[in-house]
């Protein structure tokens, strides 16, 4: 999300709503990787902070987001159930955090990690 975001009296800088979804989304047991797995670790160590790529964040009519993730997911989960679990776990911290509310969190799964031999 490129815009400030204002809540109750409250403006969040650009990039605050995704770097939520970011750690969130890194928390959920399963999830590789956000964005390309590459560039989001480099990122990662680079900046010392978590990476937004592949977030992709927009308001609607009403007020609540719309996200859509692009995921490397680990070998072995049911992936409908991990895809539950994201979006519960970015709905959550989303409005626990922020008080904004998610109309929907499409996500795609780009690639899927094997761990390290």
């Known amino acids: 999300m490129t815009q400030s975001q ?3 009296n409250i403006t969040l800088a650009p990039g605050v709503i995704d770097t939520i979804i970011s750690i969130a989304v890194s928390e959920t047991e ?7 797995p590459v560039m989001s ?3 990662t160590k ?6 937004t790529s592949g977030i ?3 308001r609607d009519e009403e ?9 490397t997911v680990e070998y072995g989960y049911v992936l409908p159930e991990l895809a539950a679990n994201i979006r519960q776990a970015v709905a959550d911290a989303l409005l626990m955090q922020v008080g904004v509310e ?4 499409d996500i795609y799964i780009d690639g899927i990690s094997f761990g390290q031999n």
């Open 6 to 8: 204002a809540k109750d």
């Open 30 to 36: 399963g999830v590789s990787a956000l964005g390309d």
């Open 41 to 43: 670790g480099f990122f």
């Open 46 to 51: 680079l900046a010392n902070k978590p990476s």
């Open 56 to 58: 992709e964040s927009r």
């Open 63 to 71: 007020g609540k987001l719309e996200i859509t993730l692009h995921l």
């Open 102 to 105: 998610v109309s929907f969190v």
